[in-house]
């Protein structure tokens, strides 16, 4: 990941494969707030666990578990977590 992409930008594009851009888009924004207390474009690289901990029941249930593993470690590859 460049440093000068935003960790928004890597979750949103991996969400919206399997989401559609917009509901990723507000996927982050619901998530980014309820999990962390922070607006998406606030969010660092060390916040991507809990992140991805909060993402993860609603993708399992709108994807299944496996792919939900999947983009789980697609984000964390491209962050370097």
């Known amino acids: 990941m460049s440093d000068a992409t935003p960790v928004v930008a890597v979750f949103t594009r991996h969400l919206a494969a399997y989401l559609g ?16 207390g922070i607006a998406p474009d606030q969010l660092q690289i060390p916040d991507t666990p809990k992140l991805l901990d909060a993402l993860r029941p609603m ?7 496996q792919r939900a593993e999947e983009i789980a470690l697609l984000i964390r590859r491209d962050l370097g977590v």
């Open 59 to 65: 993708l399992s249930t709108l994807i299944g578990k």
């Open 21 to 36: 851009q917009h509901t990723a888009a507000m996927a982050m924004k619901t998530f980014a707030k309820q999990a962390l």
